[in-house]
């Protein structure tokens, strides 16, 4: 398997549904799979029911082809340990849903759940927030500190950032 220093999770690029999703998972316990959200009866995504979307960081790619540019960078997202077992997607540019392909070069999957005890930190846009924002920013700022995560501007340095404080810890 391909090593990762950290993987991320978004949780959408709309900012009041992604600090929604980011609540919901901290209060769930997990990051969990369609099938585990009873989402069986909806469209499926590239992850079908089964399958949790994660990305790694990787400089080198365009951003079309980057999940990491379009999913993590200015959108609310979770830091992840890199001890998750996460398979490397196949890259195609044609859909599927059945997991373990993507349309993103840097995108991996997680069968099943996440727990909550992966993730390492949290990364938020640096945005003016509306006030119902402000009052999800603040339970999630929160809940951050009481699980010891690391919070983040979630900005085009993030990766660099999480590195740099990350570096020499455990993860």
């Known amino acids: 398997m391909e090593k990762v220093d950290y993987f991320y999770h978004g949780t959408g690029e709309y900012i009041l549904d992604a600090l929604n999703t980011m609540k919901s998972i901290i209060t769930s316990g997990a990051i969990k799979c369609r099938r585990n959200l009873g989402k069986t009866d909806e469209p499926t995504s590239w992850n079908g029911i089964d399958y949790v979307s994660v990305c790694a960081y990787d400089g080198d790619l365009d951003i079309i082809d980057s999940s990491f540019g379009g999913w993590i960078q200015y959108c609310p997202c979770f830091i992840l ?5 996460a398979i490397k997607c ?15 070069k840097d995108e991996w999957h997680v069968k099943g759940d996440i727990p909550i005890d992966k993730v390492i930190g949290i990364a938020l846009p640096d945005i003016v927030f509306t006030d119902e924002e402000k009052e999800l920013v603040e339970d ?3 809940a951050a500190n009481e699980f010891g995560w690391e919070i983040f501007s979630s900005t085009d340095a993030l990766a660099d950032d999480v590195r740099e404080r990350f570096k020499g810890k455990k993860k």
Do not use: K, L
């Open 140 to 142: 999630i700022i929160s």
């Open 90 to 104: 196949e890259y195609t540019r044609d859909f599927t849903d059945v997991g373990g392909y993507s349309q993103y």
């Open 81 to 85: 340990s890199n001890d998750i077992d």
